[in-house]
């Protein structure tokens, strides 16, 4: 049995290279996604490792990664508190950090250069070493900073920025005097992981004062690295009996921890995203690879039937059928390891384009994602080997002896009955989620959402039909004998051509449900802000960060400005957990009008208004206490006077603005809101104050309609990553149907033969065969398009605290539909060229 199984598999090589290029293209995604992932995760720990000291003095509660819209703490060292630190024994050296956020680097031509993806960091150079005793910098060219006025950029950088060495940098300042440059001496790198698409601006001590300090010779960060034999833990000890009070020490493995716990989360959260995209792709190959065995053993039933006869057992023929999955997803799977290889570097450079570099070499085969592979290609292809092999075992000996191969289906009532116990099933547990099951209600959605996309897969030969049927009517009245024969093919075999749908039905579903959610999310953001966005004009800037209080000063001296209000986020603990603060000026109240649940919105001094969820959430009222913890040590208690409905214009609690310096932070503006003079003419004043802002190219001024697209041109860059990522298993459906139709020729040769015998010509033939595949990609599009619509419109509902509006992309869905008949042609082309070209004396002959 075995030799024949290899005699099997090398007679239908053909046949098996399709099936085998769905479990090729399904692995090598899943193994691609593994590598990429793997990749990301070194290139961080190589970043984290490589730049973390023994030990580290900092200001209290500003750990890493707290900068931005945290708010920076002004807390800062002297030199003496160094040098103190410096003769303790257990210290072999301190050495004073200058660290400033919110730097930009701009372009030679003006424009910025990253910040929309991995963050800028500005910060001093010192030869202090890393916990592993390396260096934490490497200087790839040129050489270090020494004068005020000399800088240091990481390579792409200074690619993109179009500088070279002796160049004067254009740069940005977070705060004081905006505009600065500096002279490009030389170009470098973290020690052990690249910079991950970070932009490095890195000065001299001095030069780095002069920007962030005021000039002052002070520190704001201290790296300490530890005596020979001394732990890090004795190491924080003894420096924290030396430093001043609102400052900490700890460990560089606490540092460490911090750093990848922040970066943990983000980087999860892509994980999770491509493996999700990978599984789909492995389910899709599932399903092809299922079809395939199916058409497989029905062709070769004589075949099988003749090898019972001879003596073979059930057990014998099974396990045959099994063993050609065996090696078919074994060949498959190695193929799609390799390359799985060249996609992840192909995913590098998606993410490299949106700011997030990959090292080169850290992009490599594991053993573990070769095992994993390995697994779940061999898994997902015997799973859905197993029924054809089953079928294949069940063939009668008798069935030898016949004329023609038996084909008596069996009835799909049992199919039919299971299906739609599943079908309610799912809907049970969608209707739970949008009335409030315990637990996120998004997730029964989901799980529902499953449970029907694997049923409507099932049952696609029931539920399809008329569809099948009204392609057989509208392709028979459009192109004649041709058309009606196409849809007689395609409803000849209700489960082939419903298994090959089934394939294009799940990824256009999961296409379909992204666009509801998309065009729902957009249409809430363009009603939140028509509603909630009161203001003429909002003034932000293009990477999210806050900027100089200077940008508002000259927007402040444009004419026909009304009313000019500043708003600064600010991170704090309230209870325990760090929540965003805005800290809003007086005239604030000028341009929006909150929906006041209790008390006023009227702040000054130390007082506080909250929305009433997160009121009811740190169970708070009016009178009472609130108290804040900031970056830096300091604390500030509050007391509420006002509860507000919740707000997109304001965050979950909202203090005065004088408030921040009273918090230790640096006064800058997160956002600037402006309402223009009654009779000001509009595009004069969006004019001006396009002018005052731009010499500062971070910063943007939105009228209404502008900043809800510039939120939706987010939103659609995110979409289109998914829609890019969905394609492949569009591209596996493809495949899917290639392959159903090019097994549906070779079982039909001489039916084409006897066509092409009473005259049909070559022509007719091929559109014969690019209509039924026309009508299977139909098929999958209407079932999976409709399927799409009741999923996403359901998962909209369970999210109507963020989407608040309901949207359907009509247009989007046109195009889907049209792209799947455009689906349906291309897969036609070998497949027809195939039966055009048959001998039509060797086709009548064949058997």
Known sequence: MFKLTLRNLLA????????????????????????????????????????????????????????????????????????DLAALPEVARADGDVAGFGMSLLASDGTLVGGTGAPTLAFNYHDGPNMDGDSVLELDSGRWPEATDEIVLDQAAADNGDYKLGDEVQLLAPYGEIEQTATLVGTAEFNGGGTAGATLLIFSTEGAQRLFLDGQDVFNRVSLTAADGVSQDELADAAATVIPDDFEAVTGDKVADESQAAIGEFLGIIKIFLIVFAAIA??????????????????????????????????????????????????????????GLLLSRGLAAIFRAIGLDIAGNALDLTVRAVAISYFVGVVVTMIAAYLPSRRAGRVAPVAAMRAEAPHAPASMGRRASVGTALLVFGGVLAVWGVLGAPGPDPLWVGVGAVVWIITVAVISPIIGKPVLVGCRAIFGRLFGTSGRLAGENALRDPRRTGATASALMIGLALVSTIGVLAASMNKSIDDLVDEQFTADYLVQSVNFVPFSTSVGDDLEKVDGVSVLSRQQYVGAKIDGETEYVAANDAAFNKIYDLDVVEGTVDIHGAEAFVNEDYAEHIDVGLGDPIKLSFPGGKKLELTVVGIIKPSEVTAWVSIPLDQIEKAGLTRQDTSISILTDAGADAETVKDDLDDAASEVPIVAVYDKQGFSDSISDQVNQLLYIIYGLLALAIVIAVFGIVNTLGLSVIERTREVGLLRAIGMSRRRLRRMITLESVAIALLGAVLGLGLGLVIGVTLRETLKDEL????????????????????????????????????????????
């Open 12 to 83: 239908r090589k053909l046949r098996l290279v399709m099936s085998g290029l769905s479990i090729v293209l399904g692995v090598a995604f899943l193994s691609g996604v593994l590598v990429f992932s793997n990749g990301l995760q070194t290139t961080f720990d190589g970043i984290i490792n490589g730049t973390t000291p023994d030990g580290v003095v900092r200001a209290k509660d500003f750990a890493e990664f707290d900068a931005g819209y945290s708010g920076t703490p002004k807390n800062v060292v002297t030199p003496e508190v160094i040098a």
């Open 282 to 339: 492995v389910l899709v190959g599932g399903f092809i690879i299922l079809n395939t065995f199916s058409i497989l053993v029905a062709q070769r039933s004589r075949e099988l039937a003749l090898v019972r006869a001879l003596g073979a057992s059930r057990e014998q023929v099974t396990r045959s059928v099994l063993l050609e999955a065996l090696v078919l997803s074994f060949v498959a799977s190695t193929i799609g390891i390799g390359l």
């Open 804 to 847: 608040s509006s309901l949207s359907l992309p009509i247009t989007q869905l046109v195009v889907f539909l049209v792209i799947a008949v455009v689906v349906g042609v291309l897969a036609a082309v070998l497949p027809s060229i195939r039966a055009a070209r048959m001998n039509v004396l060797d086709a009548i002959a064949s058997e």
